[in-house]
Each structure stands twice: as structure tokens, then as C-alpha cells.
């Protein structure tokens, strides 16, 4: 998955969180630690700053958004809500991908519920859109990702920088020594201490992995956690692990992508509880890297 999503969705998440979203045409700028910043708006329409070729559905009435700028990346999150069928919003997007400045480059379907798809603008690969569409009691909610992140080359390594450095032993494959690699590759980011408040007993991790970033947030009565790991099971294999784990924790598989930048799978849990797994090839030979984000009840 491309750097643009690994980087900005868990800051967008964790912003919006903080500083909710709807009403009042109100803004909040977020540091995020390490550098960075996240600005969270509400109000009647999307930044100023929004890209203004990207489709919006017509006559869905935005929610709330946000902004960011981290390691290079620049990004942004909003939501808009229609009482037409997910069917039609998917329709939409759908035509609009294929006639405007924007390509689809792939779409997952969930039944007559809603879609995942991502896009790319035309003259501009760097440039990436990802369309979330799904019914809730009637309505459709429609959430937009669109990012450019300028140094997307597949070989940079800023997004390793956000690894927490809580401890150097971990609950990783005991590969506590960076490895040199091949020629060519890039070396194991050090290796971190999950956090403690992360909840392994709904969200059990594959073994033999090595955790690189961990961080978590908390507002009210949700939590949103994050966990970047290093795995050398194949893509398949940790795909499948999740498939048949989650589920045994109550989590119900919504989306799963599959295309050549990795693997996207979604899952739903109780309430509002979101399960979101990326696996993609990393730079270190050998190596799959995995984020994972999950938004939970805290307490």
C-alpha cells in the first residue's frame, strides 16, 4: 500500500478523534509528535485546499475533515453523508473514475453495503485517492483519503522514523540486530516494545514478527491504536492469519484488496470497533511490513 496511506490515515484517525468532527465551521490544528501537524475542520465544505478535481457525490452533505502534513507526505481525510443507495455513490465513482482527472486502480466490493476504492490522478502518480462507501441506517456514508507524497519512490524509508522508541527489547522474532541485508536493501528498523495498553486479547499479532512503531490514542470512549511490524511470512500467509483469527475474536472481515502495491483487509467489530490491516513488500530483503490500525472501546 502506498507510503501516502501508511503515513497518514493513523494521524488523520487520532486527530479526528481528539477534536471530533461536526458543526459549527470550527478548526483545530494538531502537533503530532515528532514533527508535523494535523488541522481538523468542520463546517458546511471540505479546506479550501481540498484537491478540487477529486469527485465528490452531488448533493451529499460533507461531515467534517482534516489536513496533514508528516514526513514529506501531505494529506487529507473527510466525510460526507447521502441518503442515496451505496449502490448509486458507487455507480458515481465508478464513471467519474474513468472520464476525469482521476483513474480508478482498484475497487472491492462488499455486497450491496459499500466499496473500497483507490485511484491515482492521471498525469500524476504521486498524487493517490482512496473512497471508502458504506450504508448506515439508511444513509451512505462516504469517506475520501487524497494524498501526494512527492518523494514516493518505493525505496524511501521516512516512514520507519515514526517507530516509537519505548524499549529495545520487543515482543518481535528476536532479530534485535539490524540486518545489513542484500546489496541493494534497506536495513531492519530497531526494534520496539508493543504498548502495553494494546488490546492483544481482541487483536492477536502473527508470531515471529518484529514491531518497529506503536502508538495509541484515546478521546472519550474510543481508542485508536496503531502497530507497524515486520514479518517474513509472505503476504498470503499473513493475510490468511488475520482471515482466520479474526474472526474468533468477534471481528467480521468487511473489505479485502488485493492488488500489486499489497494487501488491504478491513474488519468490523462491535459498535463502531474498525479493524484495518495493511501488508506490503518492504525494502528490507525478505521482509513483509504490516500496519495495522484498530479503533476499539477503551476501557
Known sequence: MRKVALLIVPALIGAMLIAGCGGGGSSKTIDIPGGGQVKVSTGDKPPADFPSDFPIYSGAKYQGGASTTEQGVSGFYATWQTGDSADKVISFYDNAFNNGAWKKTATVNSGS???????????DSSKVGFVTIASDGGNTNIGIIVGTNPSDSGNSDNGKETATASSSGGSGSGDSTPSSGDSGSAALPAEVTLSSDFPKDRVPLPSDIRVTGTNSVTS????????????????????????TEMPKHDWAQAL????????????????????????????????????????????
Open 113 to 123: 453495503n459499500g466499496a473500497f476504492i483507490s485511484a491515482e490522478r492521471n498525469d
Open 256 to 299: 479485502s484488496s488485493d492488488s500489486g502495491e499489497g494487501k488491504f483487509l478491513t474488519f468490523a467489530g462491535s459498535g463502531d470497533e474498525v479493524l484495518s490491516v495493511q501488508i506490503a513488500a518492504s525494502d528490507v530483503s525478505g521482509y513483509q511490513i504490516v500496519t495495522l490500525i484498530v479503533t476499539v472501546k477503551s476501557g
Open 220 to 243: 472519550g470512549s474510543d481508542a485508536v491504536h496503531q502497530v507497524e511490524f515486520y514479518s517474513k511470512q509472505s503476504a498470503d500467509d499473513l493475510a490468511n492469519y488475520f482471515k
